[in-house]
Nanobody
Framework: QVQLVESGGGLVQAGGSLRLPCAAS????????MGWFRQAPGKEREFVSA?????????AYADSVKGRFTISRDNAKNTVYLQMNSLKPEDTAVYYC?????????????????WGQGTQVTVSS
């Protein structure tokens, strides 16, 4: 089992920044690829970003966040981060952290085995 706890969400104005940490506990964190997904009200959950099992490993981004968001991980701290810059109102959603058995960044939610409870991000215009 892997337990995931997201934090760092909140209310921010358009153009602002937030950093979302996701702390993992349980099985060896470095064995898992990690990802971020989000779900806006009335919409399906969508992929945001993912990173392979190595710190500095392969990464993937949704087109909608490419160039604005950066994913990173610190295996010594069992934490994955999502740095979000130039935020837009359409980034408003609950953001979920997830862990997938495997080495490479996974981009579909059915590849993930463990999920956090989510953290709310609200971007005002």
């Amino acid at each position: 089992q892997v337990q995931l706890v997201e934090s760092g969400g909140g209310l921010v104005q358009a153009g602002g920044s937030l950093r979302l940490p996701c702390a993992a506990s349980g099985r060896t964190f470095s064995w898992y690829a990690m990802g971020w997904f989000r779900q806006a009200p009335g919409k399906e959950r969508e992929f945001v970003s993912a990173i392979g099992w190595r710190s500095g490993g392969n990464t993937a981004y949704a087109d909608s966040v490419k160039g604005r968001f950066t994913i990173s991980r610190d295996n010594a701290k069992n934490t994955v981060y999502l740095q979000m810059n130039s935020l837009k109102p359409e980034d408003t959603a609950v953001y979920y952290c997830a862990a997938a058995r495997g080495m490479v960044a996974a981009t579909t939610d059915d590849e993930y085995d463990y999920w956090g409870q989510g953290t709310q991000v609200t971007v005002s215009s």
